[in-house]
Antibody, heavy 119, light 105 residues
Framework: EVQLQESGPGLVKPSQSLSLTCSVTGYSITSNYWGWIRKFPGNKMEWMGYISYSGSTSYNPSLKSRISITRDTSKNQFFLQLNSVTTEDTATYYCARYPNNYYWYFDFWGPGTMVTVSS | DTVLTQSPALAVSLGQRVTISCRAS??????MHWYQQKSGQQPKLLIY???NLESGVPSRFSGSGSGTDFTLTIDPVEADDIANYYCQQSNELYTFGAGTKLELK
């Protein structure tokens, strides 16, 4: 079965970069599309971006100047980097899989990792 | 952005039928999907493309709608269904509703 697991620092200082890893087992990231989604305190959810099976990316325009999604196919991992973070970036971060490139929903999710931005 | 509006909370009795609504600020055709999220867990896909039941999801869940108005129905409600429910559209990028908290009366 497809499994995703987020990892990374739980605390980041303002103005620094947030870096997270999504490790995928049971499925190759060279197939399908893979996304990052975050859920803020208060439950608002925001799509951040995705990386495709070929390595192409798409980002939420609201984050476009600060976000980068990359991958390491040899480790079957993909990564999120968010620069110049503020307290507004405090959230639970999820990685997830798109099952196809037609309807664009998420069928497998990681358990999430909480990131707090604070000095 | 396409804004999705959900009722914040619904109170239900076990065994009843409940409908959870999601209204889009512009038409999303049938590019609407529903998730269940329990406290401390990741979202779980229930319905994709407005009305398609995800594999392994109980048949008491169903979805309907097109354009701007969508509903998720649970019939009958079981104790395990007490959770938050989110809609998500994929017609124009991807946005989520704020969620509906299903509570017991």
């Amino acid at each position: 079965e497809v499994q995703l697991q987020e990892s990374g620092p739980g605390l980041v200082k303002p103005s620094q970069s947030l870096s997270l890893t999504c490790s995928v087992t049971g499925y190759s990231i060279t197939s399908n599309y893979w996304g990052w989604i975050r859920k803020f305190p208060g439950n608002k959810m925001e799509w951040m971006g995705y990386i495709s099976y070929s390595g192409s990316t798409s980002y939420n325009p609201s984050l476009k100047s600060r976000i980068s999604i990359t991958r390491d196919t040899s480790k079957n991992q993909f990564f999120l980097q968010l620069n110049s973070v503020t307290t507004e970036d405090t959230a639970t971060y999820y990685c997830a899989r798109y099952p196809n490139n037609y309807y664009w929903y998420f069928d497998f999710w990681g358990p999430g990792t909480m990131v707090t931005v604070s000095s | 952005d396409t804004v999705l509006t959900q009722s914040p909370a619904l109170a239900v009795s076990l065994g009843q039928r409940v409908t959870i609504s999601c209204r889009a600020s512009k038409s999303v055709s049938t590019y609407m999907h529903w998730y269940q999220q329990k406290s401390g867990q990741q979202p779980k896909l229930l319905i994709y493309s407005a009305s398609n039941l995800e594999s392994g999801v109980p048949s008491r869940f169903s979805g309907s709608g097109s354009g701007t108005d969508f509903t998720l129905t649970i019939d009958p409600v079981e104790a395990d269904d007490i959770a938050n429910y989110y809609c998500q559209q994929s017609n124009e990028l991807y946005t989520f509703g704020a969620g509906t908290k299903l509570e017991l009366k």
